[in-house]
């Protein structure tokens, strides 16, 4: 059993109540728009295992630390991590035939800034979008995400719900 921590969208905030909600997590999981390097840095110092990649902000070291996407397994689950990926019936360009190639059980991006966990039905797979958890962005409230993976089994989604749009810490 593994207690996943998700965010996205950052944008080179840094926020202490995401290690408040994320302690306990054994992994954590950026879906792009980090901004600076030091988010990952930092969500290194509250799990021992962060798994990120770049989106379409993203620059410098975080682009050559940060792939693309990420396609893992982990507790039976397997995964797709992207930073644009669209959503069941409106994928991105390829996206579709990669989830269904990868035989993908749980597909998690970011990029909209809006919150949406979905089935999708046709690809018997989850979709996870966490929302922002950074201040950038038209968004009210920045949203973070918790689950539990358990032999093959999503379970305990949590929603997290920070502060209002308030200026940058």
């Known amino acids: 059993m593994k207690r996943i921590g998700i965010l996205s ?9 995401y290690a408040t909600h994320f302690a ?16 990952v840095q930092r969500l290194e110092g509250i799990a021992s295992v962060v798994r990120a990649v770049h ?6 070291l975080v682009n050559k630390r940060c792939p693309e996407y990420l396609c893992f397994e982990t507790e039976g689950v397997r ?7 669209g959503y069941p019936g409106k994928y991105a360009p390829g996206i579709e035939t990669n989830l269904r190639q990868n035989r993908i059980n ?8 809006i919150l949406k966990v979905m089935p999708d039905h046709r690809l018997g797979l989850l979709h ?14 920045r ?12 379970k ?3 929603v997290i719900e920070l502060a209002k749009h308030t200026s940058a810490k």
């Open 55 to 60: 989106g379409n902000i993203d620059h410098g």
């Open 106 to 113: 749980l597909m998690v991006c970011g990029h909209s800034h």
């Open 143 to 154: 949203t973070l995400i918790r689950l539990t993976l358990d032999g093959g089994v999503i």
């Open 156 to 158: 305990d989604l949590d």
């Open 79 to 85: 995964v797709w991590l992207t930073h644009i990926a």
């Open 24 to 39: 306990g997590c054994d992994e954590i999981w950026h879906a792009g728009d980090i901004g600076d390097i030091s988010i």
């Open 9 to 17: 969208d950052t944008h080179s905030c840094w926020d202490d109540r």
């Open 128 to 141: 996870v979008n966490p929302g922002a958890a950074g201040y950038h962005g038209w968004q009210q409230v």
